[in-house]
């Protein structure tokens, strides 16, 4: 038979008057409640899964009668059957997240309650709380339901609250304080700063009683995450973004630019390299000094052109790196200073230009110094009429 789902539990549950102890009297008003009644008697599989033992006799359970069932906690997996708001959030994981399914007994509430009750809101609203403070906190502990934050050691918050502390909740102030964070820009300080102010409310507190005050000074908590980043904010004029990011864009451009300059005096020597290399060149009739000096030649032509690559190849690679943290600092600019970007994006395009042109230019020294190597050795080929190789 197919395995039953949470929905025809939860048609068993809203048409149940439950008795003070662990049953309940099911008011059979549907096909499909006596359906799952019937399944549940006869399979032991759905009775473990549903949490529900039938107490009345088989030929009771008909349409228009009713049936007595003992109820327990379903399978997991399914959903959660608690008596009191209270037993729901004393289960796993319930203070951190919301279960996707539930029906609670006092009320007869459901996940999907409309509209929502009270009490629903004010669960909603901790919650919300716990996601914004996860988001300052070092880590959540999901499994342990515990906040965990580093200041001078270890800092960690349980979360710990029931239904006298989701009442005395304002989830105004929690709103509010929600609010501090809908704008992008500076979102990490911003979660720094709250991460702070928690550590300042609670610490000296016993573990289990601070997440209760950070509920009972929420506002208090929101205005000191305010005033901070007032603070911070203040600091952050346009001028001084401005100088900022003039100031980043001189800097790369003078590390850019040394780049090329610690190669100018080996460019420079090309040109001069070919002369002397051209103008020592000698005819070689016969194996002698002629053409050890020719050898002597070339081989010193060809270490320099290797040292120029190796020294073309360490600056590319510096121009890399350069590069690398010029675009790292250009996305940290864009993400805080988003509403400035089309102010400065042409500087950082520029930039880029720039390291194009010097790659460029990289490439044409190298080619133009192995082009003049090879040229050299060619030359040396056609002065020789001997073979070489016979002189050794």
């Known amino acids: 038979m197919a395995r039953l789902k949470w929905s025809d539990l939860e048609a068993v549950y809203a048409a149940t008057a439950f008795s003070a102890d662990d049953t309940g009297r099911v008011t059979i008003i549907s096909d499909e409640i006596r359906d799952t009644l019937l399944h549940i008697d006869i399979d032991t599989d759905a009775m473990e899964d549903a949490g529900m033992a039938v107490i009345s006799e088989r030929d009771q359970i008909q349409v228009g009668g009713e049936a007595w069932v003992r109820f327990s906690p379903p399978r997991i997996s399914l959903g959660r059957f608690s008596r009191t708001f209270d037993s729901l959030i004393a289960g796993a994981k319930a203070r951190v997240r919301e279960p996707n399914e ?3 007994v006092e009320g007869g509430i459901t996940r999907w309650t409309q509209p929502p009750s009270g009490l629903q809101l004010k669960y909603r609203s901790a919650l919300s709380l716990v996601d914004l403070l996860a988001k300052s906190a070092a880590f959540l502990d999901a499994v342990q339901q515990t906040l965990v934050f580093f200041r001078d050691g270890r ?119 070919t002369i002397v290399v051209a103008s020592q060149l000698k005819p070689i009739k016969a194996c002698g000094a002629d053409l050890w000096t020719n050898i002597a030649i070339l081989a010193g032509a060809w270490i320099f052109v290797l040292f120029l690559l190796a020294s073309i190849v360490n600056q590319w690679l510096t121009l890399n790196a350069v590069s690398f943290e010029f675009g790292r600092q250009r996305e940290r600019l864009m993400k805080d200073f988003t509403e400035l970007q089309s102010d400065f994006d042409g500087a950082f395009r520029k930039l880029t230009r720039r390291v194009r042109w010097h790659r460029f230019m990289f490439v044409f020294v190298g080619a133009v110094g192995l082009t003049g190597a090879i040229f050299a050795t060619l030359v040396a080929v056609r002065l020789s009429d001997i073979e070489v190789i016979s002189c050794f």
């Open 102 to 104: 539930y029906f609670i």
């Open 155 to 273: 800092i960690e918050i349980p979360i710990d609250y029931d239904v006298g502390d989701l009442q005395a909740l304002n989830a105004a102030h929690v709103e509010a304080l929600a609010e501090l964070f809908n704008d992008p820009i500076h979102q990490e300080q911003k979660l720094t700063i709250l991460a702070e102010a928690v550590v300042d409310l609670v610490v000296g507190l016993p573990a289990r009683s601070r997440f209760r005050q950070i509920i009972r000074e929420i506002e208090d908590l929101r205005e000191k995450v305010a005033a901070g980043y007032r603070l911070f904010a203040s600091s952050f004029t346009y001028s001084k973004i401005r100088r900022e990011i003039e100031s980043a864009q001189a800097d790369f451009i003078a590390r850019v630019h040394k780049t090329f300059v610690d190669l100018q005096g080996q460019i420079l020597g090309i040109p001069i390299a």
